[in-house]
T-cell receptor
Framework: NAGVTQTPKFQVLKTGQSMTLQCAQD?????MSWYRQDPGMGLRLIHY???????DQGEVPNGYNVSRSTTEDFPLRLLSAAPSQTSVYFC??????????????FGQGTRLTVV | GENVEQHPSTLSVQEGDSAVIKCTYS??????FPWYKQELGKRPQLIID?????GEKKDQRIAVTLNKTAKHFSLHITETQPEDSAVYFC?????????FGGGTRLMVKP
């Protein structure tokens, strides 16, 4: 049971490049989400999904796309990287939000630098 | 949407003392309030949570209290130890979203 696996751990992009951050979980969780973590700003929700085929925007969705074709995978796409997207990105999964047994499990994070 | 404020942003205590971190939230419909601990360079991990139908919850040296009327909740750590040094985040659920506070860096001095 690997939990939540994110790849890559580190990435440097040039402005305007695109890339996909991968996230996979093996806990059969329905709910998956992406956060970005910036100093002093906590974790801000980018996009989330309540199940395969269903995605929705969080607090800071601009510049990012997601899809959820399977229960296990929830990739995050940066369409045209900007320096403002330099951050640490965390993927998380859980059975849901707020109900019993809804602890969110986080991946190890991806440190992204856009130059 | 939900807005979560967390105070203080940094907290320094002597080993053995207690530490208290406070959070306020804006939406009275929020019903789930977890606390996460993040050690340097690591992922956030859940340490305790509370739901809106409960006023207080304890787990060994940590406790969380919730005041729904005032819309605030607090984390209490007693008998702090150096390994408690980390960044702590509170959060509140609103619909299908979990909104986090800005974090508190706790430093426990030996």
């Amino acid at each position: 049971n690997a939990g939540v696996t994110q790849t890559p751990k580190f990435q440097v992009l040039k402005t305007g490049q695109s890339m996909t951050l991968q996230c996979a979980q093996d806990m059969n969780h329905e709910y998956m989400s992406w956060y970005r973590q910036d100093p002093g700003m906590g974790l801000r929700l980018i996009h989330y999904s309540v199940g395969a085929g269903i995605t929705d925007q969080g607090e800071v969705p601009n510049g990012y796309n997601v899809s959820r074709s399977t229960t296990e995978d929830f990739p995050l796409r940066l369409l045209s990287a900007a320096p403002s997207q330099t951050s640490v990105y965390f993927c998380a999964s859980s059975y849901g939000i707020g109900g019993p047994n809804t602890e969110a499990f986080f991946g190890q994070g991806t440190r992204l630098t856009v130059v | 949407g939900e807005n979560v404020e967390q105070h203080p942003s940094t907290l320094s205590v002597q080993e053995g003392d207690s530490a208290v971190i406070k959070c306020t939230y804006s939406d009275s419909a929020s019903n789930y309030f977890p606390w996460y601990k993040q050690e340097l360079g690591k992922r956030p991990q859940l340490i305790i949570d509370i739901r809106s139908n409960v006023g207080e919850k304890k787990d060994q040296r940590i406790a969380v209290t919730l005041n729904k009327t005032a819309k605030h909740f607090s984390l209490h750590i007693t008998e702090t130890q150096p390994e408690d040094s980390a960044v702590y985040f509170c959060a509140a659920s609103w619909g299908n979203m979990l909104t986090f506070g800005g974090g508190t860096r706790l430093m426990v001095k030996p």
